[in-house]
């Protein structure tokens, strides 16, 4: 039988290998071939990964925490990234990609402590992406090209609003 922890872990990889084919490319400008290797690498690994893990490890309710936890793992080094306003693009990348592994941890260790519904966890994650969301909308419209001060503010705004979200 095919579980959904099986399913979540060979469809989560693709997006792993892709963010991570980024980062591993260097200062050079990556390009979709890059991108495509990355997620086809992410694949194999996921698959042998999922074909690894035994049937009922998971529930539904923890598949849902910890997909969540990796999604929101992801959104939030992504916004540390604005925060951080590093001079190189492949870093917010790394921020996405330590914030997914980051996010998958934490999901795992907090799946089997809390008993939630996938439902829930559906609607507290878009709570927490839309709280993450809404500062950038009043972002583009005080958009100040010249700094990076708006971009590490309005980052800082998205991860309470993220934060919001999610309580």
Request: overall charge negative; charged content about 15%.
């Amino acid at each position: 039988m095919f579980s959904a922890q099986r399913f979540a872990a060979i469809f989560r990889a693709p997006l792993a290998g892709a963010l991570f084919a980024d980062v591993v490319s260097g200062l050079t400008d990556t390009d979709t071939h890059d991108v495509a290797v990355g997620a086809a690498i992410g694949s194999g690994v996921g698959a042998l990964i999922g074909l690894g893990m035994r049937s009922g490890e998971l529930t539904l309710g923890d598949v849902a925490v910890v997909d969540a936890g990796a999604a929101l793992g992801t959104l939030t080094g992504f916004q540390l990234g604005f925060v951080m306003a590093p001079p190189e693009s492949e870093a917010y990348t790394l921020n996405g990609t330590l914030g997914a592994a980051g996010g998958y941890v934490i999901g795992h260790l907090t799946a089997r402590k809390i008993d939630v519904t996938p439902a829930r966890v559906a609607k507290v994650t878009a709570l927490a992406a839309v709280g993450a969301a809404v500062p950038w909308l009043l972002w583009s419209a005080t958009n100040d090209t010249s700094t990076d001060d708006d971009e590490q503010t309005f980052g800082l705004l998205s991860l309470a609003g993220m934060a919001g979200g999610l309580y």
